[in-house]
């Protein structure tokens, strides 16, 4: 049976992916060759047999267990090349999906192991999004993630660092990791410091525990951007604050299912918090992680949830309007997208 918006035109459609963990982006194939090129033999020797070991299955039952797949990836990203080739074919892969504008994620603490220092990480991670940049088309800046079990010392080392890349490739900070173990209220003290470096902050939260989260990076921690948000549906009147103060939810449809951020489809709240006023965002998180593209988000996004050709390109121009850019920067985004947008015939 044909299906009311086809598959194509969705591929087609111009897109931004806000929340893409570059850990989480590493392809097989790459991964094959950076454990060659150290001389490490890999459980698997095909991409078929790797794949198991860098995704999650159906058996996943929370967060905790989907962010044990990083482990896997992590060692093979230590080196200045290693960490230029995953962001440059994290871009690659954008492209591939028709995304104009990305902004992709990674913790510099964990591409330590090496000896690189944390602004070592942040320039080769920097340069290698704009070498992606150059060749795709993409317009692509780096997000700074602090991660929940490191101290406040590593982090703040973290947002100091990326305070000083701030409009050379470096848009904004985040907080990320396991959310049931580490609440938000740990981290005051460290995003004082994205405050006061003028650093826009968006964090992790309502993801792996309750909407009080959600509220405490917003009202205390300075967040302007929220990752995921699921939760926020427990409480009323946190969705009326963000819809008023127009947060913006990077939601991620397929992680989130994943992580048991909700068990089914009809738990997700993402056509309530649409139709509230919420500005809804629609991201990957983990492309190689989930078995996920932005096609296939949005894809879901008409599939279970009956939005419109014009209400995806809504939840699109959401996402320009959220982006960590200049305004500028957006109005270029703008003008092409709402071109692009009509071509296709949409809007
Ligand atoms: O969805 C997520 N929630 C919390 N933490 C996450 C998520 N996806 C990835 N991470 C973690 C694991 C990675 O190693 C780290 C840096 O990208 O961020
Ligand atoms: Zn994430």
Redesign the pocket.
Same mark, same amino acid.
């Given at each position: 049976m044909d299906h009311p918006i086809a598959y194509d035109l969705i591929r087609k459609l111009p897109k931004v992916d806000l929340h893409v963990?570059?850990?989480?982006s590493v392809k097989p194939e790459t991964l094959m060759e950076l454990a060659q090129q150290r001389g490490v033999s890999l459980p698997a020797r095909s991409r078929k047999q790797l794949l198991p070991h860098m995704q999650v299955e159906d058996d996943c039952t929370s967060?905790k267990m989907?962010?044990s797949k990083?482990d896997f990836v992590?060692p093979f990203l230590q080196t200045g090349e290693a960490l230029r080739r995953v962001a440059h074919e994290t871009v690659e892969q954008a492209a591939a999906h028709t995304i104009g504008y990305i902004e992709v994620?990674?913790?510099p603490q964990?591409h330590r192991g090496a000896g690189l220092s944390v602004e070592e990480v942040i320039h080769h991670v920097v340069e290698g999004l704009r070498s992606g940049e150059r060749k795709y088309g993409v317009v692509a800046r780096g997000i700074a993630?602090c991660?929940r079990h490191h101290g406040s010392k590593e982090n703040i080392e973290v947002i100091e660092a990326a305070a000083s890349r701030s409009g050379k490739g470096i848009v904004a900070v985040d907080l990320? =990791?396991d959310?049931a173990s580490y609440p938000p209220q740990f981290f005051r003290e460290v995003f004082a410091v994205s405050h006061k470096r003028g650093l826009p902050v968006t964090i992790?939260a309502g993801?792996a525990a309750g909407a009080e989260n959600v509220l405490e990076a917003v009202t205390r921690l300075g967040a302007v951007r929220i =990752?995921?948000g699921v939760r926020v549906k427990e409480n009323p009147e946190l969705m009326r604050l963000l819809a008023k103060q127009r947060i913006p939810l990077e939601m991620?449809p397929i992680?989130n299912l994943q992580?048991k951020a909700v068990t089914s489809w009809e738990q997700y709240p993402i056509r309530d918090y649409f139709e509230r006023g919420i500005k809804v965002t629609v991201n990957t998180?983990?492309p190689t992680v989930s078995g996920t593209n932005l096609t296939k988000e949005y894809r879901v996004l008409a599939d279970k949830f009956g939005f419109a050709a014009t209400e995806l390109a809504e939840l699109v121009m959401n996402g320009v309007e959220a982006a960590f850019l200049e305004e500028s920067e957006k109005r270029v985004l703008r003008r092409r997208f709402r071109r692009q947008f009509r071509e296709l015939g949409v809007g």
């Open positions: 963990h570059l850990d989480g967060l989907y962010l990083f992590l994620r990674f913790a964990l993630i991660m990320a =990791g959310e992790h993801e =990752g995921h991620c992680s992580t998180d983990n």
